[in-house]
T-cell receptor, first 113, second 112 residues
Framework: NAGVTQTPKFQVLKTGQSMTLQCAQD?????MYWYRQDPGMGLRLIYY???????DKGEVPNGYNVSRLNKREFSLRLESAAPSQTSVYFC????????????FGPGTRLTVL | SQQGEEDPQALSIQEGENATMNCSYK?????LQWYRQNSGRGLVHLIL?????REKHSGRLRVTLDTSKKSSSLLITASRAADTASYFC????????????FGKGTHLIIQP
């Protein structure tokens, strides 16, 4: 099992460019999450998907869109990148309601110039 | 907004000593979790304590929870160099599919 995988690992964008961060999990988990981590901060929730076909906003959704493509994949899109979106992005997944542990991917380090 | 606030922000101790980190939070919770993050890596789940539990052990880890004070502590006994990492508490308000709310973390350095 690979667990949670994310691509790319690193990305540099210019202001106004768009890109999609990919996330996949092979643990048959229902719920998936996107977080961002800024220097000296904990993680903040951007969007989450409780199950295939549903998505909900988290604490900091502005400037982002998400797609739960299927049970395995949950992508995060920046339509028009801004320097304030420079951050490390983590995808996570969680099993059923009786299992509250989240499993994290290795992260994508994004720089917007 | 950050739910959990860890204290201290940074901690440096000698190998073999015990390390204690504290976490305070603001609202009611279903459970509280502790995660470890090694430099440049993703987070790894360490331990979960439910709101009706007061203490939990896992190997060299001991977690306490005081819901009346809205606080938790993580104790790592007999620390090792490999324990050097950042430690985050995370609260789960509903216990369902909602995401976790993380604190800013404690950076722990174990001196050999």
């Amino acid at each position: 099992n690979a667990g949670v995988t994310q691509t790319p690992k690193f990305q540099v964008l210019k202001t106004g460019q768009s890109m999609t961060l990919q996330c996949a999990q092979d643990m048959n988990h229902n719920s998936m999450y996107w977080y961002r981590q800024d220097p000296g901060m904990g993680l903040r929730l951007i969007y989450y998907s409780a199950s295939e076909g549903t998505t909900d906003k988290g604490e900091v959704p502005n400037g982002y869109n998400v797609s739960r493509l299927n049970k395995r994949e949950f992508s995060l899109r920046l339509e028009s990148a801004a320097p304030s979106q420079t951050s490390v992005y983590f995808c996570a997944s969680k099993g059923g309601p009786l299992n509250n542990e989240q499993f994290f991917g290795p992260g994508t380090r994004l720089t917007v110039l | 907004s950050q739910q959990g606030e860890e204290d201290p922000q940074a901690l440096s101790i000698q190998e073999g000593e015990n390390a204690t980190m504290n976490c305070s939070y603001k609202t009611s919770i279903n459970n509280l979790q502790w995660y470890r993050q090694n430099s440049g890596r993703g987070l790894v789940h360490l331990i979960l304590i439910r709101s009706n539990e007061r203490e939990k052990h896992s190997g060299r880890l001991r977690v306490t929870l005081d819901t009346s004070k809205k606080s938790s502590s993580l104790l790592i006994t007999a620390s090792r160099a490999a324990d050097t990492a950042s430690y985050f508490c995370a609260t789960d308000a509903g216990g369902g599919a909602d995401g976790l709310t993380f604190g800013k973390g404690t950076h722990l350095i174990i001196q050999p």
